[in-house]
């Protein structure tokens, strides 16, 4: 079992950057793939980005490209998402999510989910 814990949402106004977190916790295997995924009010959750825990592989959805960075510190057994020049079109509740198959990851059904966070951008 893996358990993930988000933070680093909050209001922020266009322009503005962002860091989220989200640390996992319980059975945190070195093979992990850890992605971000938002959903925006009335919306369908989206893929935001992904990365590999065994070599930082990363890939970001196309619409997100240039202003997001995933990045980890296994140590810690925590991914970041620095997000930049933030739109209220940004706002969402951002989630982490994990799984073995980076397969199962993207097509937006991963096993761990965390509770998320909310990011609202003001205009």
């Known amino acids: 079992q893996v358990r993930l814990v988000e933070s680093g949402g909050g209001l922020v106004q266009t322009g503005d950057s962002l860091n989220l977190s989200c640390t996992a916790s319980?059975?945190?295997?070195?093979?992990?793939?850890m992605g971000w995924f938002r959903q925006a009010p009335g919306k369908e959750r989206e893929f935001v980005a992904v990365?590999?825990?065994?070599?930082?592989?990363?890939k970001y959805a196309d619409s997100m490209k240039g202003r997001v960075t995933m990045s980890k510190d296994n140590a810690r057994n925590t991914v970041y998402l620095q997000m930049d020049g933030l739109t209220p079109e940004d706002t969402a509740v951002y989630y982490c999510?994990?799984?073995?198959?980076?397969?199962?990851?993207?097509?937006?059904?991963?096993?761990?989910w965390g509770q998320g966070t909310q990011v609202t951008v003001s205009s």
């Open positions: 999510a994990a799984d073995l198959d980076s397969r199962t990851l993207l097509r937006g059904t991963p096993t761990y």
């Open positions: 319980g059975r945190t295997y070195s093979a992990l793939v």
């Open positions: 990365i590999r825990r065994s070599d930082g592989n990363t």
